[in-house]
């Protein structure tokens, strides 16, 4: 299309436009406008306007979209529309790309010089203090999301390795229904463990006794593993 039949151009912009392959270019966006009409218009980015009828119908009003340009017949409303399609058409790529996984973070602290010696004791800020999470997320590229439906706006979570805020902290795998069930059951055996503790403790001296003398099962036992974890 000839540069003339687009109008006089009357604005530009600076934005990053989202590719098919989840790359942006930032582009100077030029707004036109065409006085015999009335209507501004946008060319750049006409590789997301195909898509756009479908991702952005009954979203925002005002404005028409052509396979090689948008068109609008306010200012506002033309650079809303093609920032909105922009949004739209980035998550509608990152769902196509994204794949499930699960994230899974275990610390126990020590010091910094490897040569910390944990003392007795078991708690969640102490010395080792525990911490135990696993997160069902999805991945697109070396990005993590939270989505809470099929089809919602993803929620940037960090890096697969990225727990609790920390590089390398967790680790990440693909995600199928067993593992997710795995990790849930791991997390509901140390709940229970937990729980029992807290129940062993309230008659502690003849809880202790009985399970000394075999008469009450011990909460755990050493070289052995709970068959429901």
């Given amino acids: 299309m000839k540069r003339e039949s687009k109008g006089q151009k009357v604005k530009t912009f600076k934005h990053w436009i989202p590719n098919s392959d989840l790359t942006k270019t930032e582009t100077q966006v030029s707004v036109y406008f065409k006085a015999d009409n ?4 946008i060319y750049d980015g006409a590789h997301m306007f195909p898509a756009a009828q479908d991702l952005v119908k009954g979203k925002i009003g ?52 490897g040569e910390h010696q944990a003392a007795d004791d078991i708690s969640f800020c102490g ?17 993590l999301y939270e989505q809470d439906k099929e089809g919602s706006t993803l929620h940037y979570r960090g890096k697969p ?25 791991m997390k509901q055996s140390l709940i229970t463990l937990i729980h029992r503790v807290d129940d062993f403790q309230k008659n502690l001296l003849v809880n202790v006794d009985n399970a000394i003398a075999g008469g009450a099962p ?12």
């Fill in 218 to 229: 011990l909460l755990l036992t050493h070289g052995e593993t709970d068959a429901s974890v």
């Fill in 38 to 41: 009335g209507m501004f218009s």
């Fill in 161 to 185: 390795h990225e727990g609790r805020l920390r590089s390398g902290d967790a680790i990440t795998i693909d995600w199928t229904p067993e593992r997710e069930a795995f990790f849930e059951n």
């Fill in 62 to 113: 005002g404005w028409h979209i052509h396979t090689d340009h948008i068109y609008s017949d306010t200012m506002d409303s033309i650079i809303q529309c093609f920032k909105y399609i922009c949004q739209c058409y980035e998550e509608t790529m990152k769902n196509a790309a994204k794949k499930k996984v699960i994230r899974f973070t275990f610390k126990r602290n020590t010091s910094w010089d």
């Fill in 127 to 143: 010395k080792p203090a525990v911490h135990f999470e696993h997160e069902v997320l999805y991945q697109v590229g070396d990005q």
